[in-house]
């Protein structure tokens, strides 16, 4: 089979999606596949696969100045040029916006090319933050109470502060539609607001504010209908951030979590309903954390989870007894039987 692995990409998650990539090729050519990388935000042109995948993850994500040379008209230009002939299948492993958000899958629905993962609305669902809790209420599933307000160039509500009193500190602010915890802050007290806010609107048009769950922080993995195993993560000092996501060493993940077992089994459930709830297939990860009265909170469903060696699903796939190659090839077998 004939297989566009498509990464990189214009979001701050750029480098991220290349390491996953990576990852993502070496298997599914090791399955005997033909593989091609593609990365849509550079357009028809590309680069050599060498130099595309020399790119590394840093401690921080690309600069905003970088990634804007990068064109979202790229991702056009290169779906309907002759990079997809012949393209069996596209396994997108772009992270973040314009990959992780609906666009490239609409983009290849047009040229009739099927691809890995949820589909154009779950895709777009699952990204917007905001909207993804709007559904959580709606469907039962517990979520951190929030706020979120529309960024605006020259003044900022002068609601928040009301509205973050509220919520009461430590409450966590992040950008709505992106991933890998960029530009996430978790603010103590008013002082630190402003920046945390500052931050937060370079990343997106909608800010949300939510309520900080002091708690173990966990994750499901879900591959097909099947939840997998549940991971703790545990950072070492700090929080989740990106840094301690992306350096070796920075973060413990137990896996299995050390939890009762009925309280693995509860959040299995709750991931598999969240996930199918939001119309997401195949594969992905729903994460949460776990309050001092025992409930799951629902922070998000990821829908292009990481592939890289540090990545929570191949983890959790691991510890089900399945290898990464085999992971990939059952990525690949539920994408051709679902399009």
Not at 1 to 17: D, F, N
Not at 230 to 244: A, K, L, M, Q, S
Not at 284 to 293: K, L, N
Request: charged residues 20%; negative net charge; aromatic residues 6%.
């Amino acid at each position: 089979m004939k297989i566009a692995v498509l990464l990189g990409g214009s979001s701050p998650e750029r480098l991220v999606s290349i390491a996953s990539g990576r990852g993502v090729i070496n298997a599914l050519r090791e399955l005997g596949h033909d593989v091609v990388a593609i990365d849509p935000s550079l357009g028809p042109d590309q680069i050599s696969e060498t130099e595309l995948l020399s790119q590394a993850v840093g401690a921080t994500p690309p600069s905003k100045d970088f990634l804007s040379r990068l064109s979202p008209s790229n991702y056009l230009a290169a779906v309907e040029s002759k990079l997809f002939n012949d393209v069996d299948l596209a396994f997108i492993i772009l992270h973040g916006k314009w990959g992780e958000d609906g666009i490239v899958q609409s983009l290849l629905e047009l040229r009739a090319i099927p691809y890995t993962g949820s589909g154009v609305m779950a895709s777009a669902i699952a990204m917007d933050k905001v909207m993804s809790k709007k559904l959580f209420v709606h469907h039962g599933t517990p979520t951190a109470e929030w706020f979120d307000y529309r960024v605006n160039s020259r003044t900022r509500p002068d609601s928040i502060r009301q509205e973050i009193a509220k919520l009461g500190y430590p409450s966590v602010v992040k950008p709505n539609d992106q991933g890998s915890s960029v530009a996430i802050s978790i603010v103590n007290n008013e002082r630190e607001l402003d920046t945390a806010l500052d931050e937060a609107e370079k990343f997106s048009d909608v800010v949300l504010v939510e309520k900080f769950i002091k708690g173990a922080e966990l994750t499901v993995g879900i591959l097909g209908d099947q939840p997998l195993p549940v991971i703790e993560i545990r950072p070492h000092g700090g929080f989740y951030d990106y840094h301690h996501k992306y350096t070796k060493g920075m973060t413990d993940y137990i896996v299995p979590a050390p939890i009762d077992k009925s309280v693995a089994l509860k959040l299995q459930e709750v991931s598999l309903k969240t996930f199918s709830s939001l119309g997401c297939r195949t594969f992905g990860r729903v994460d949460f954390r776990i309050g001092s009265d025992g409930t799951p909170y629902c922070l998000e469903v990821n829908t292009i989870p990481g592939m890289t060696e540090t990545s929570l699903v191949p983890k959790a796939a691991a510890a089900a007894g399945i290898t990464f190659k085999d992971l990939i090839g059952k990525i690949v077998e539920l994408s051709v039987e679902g399009n």
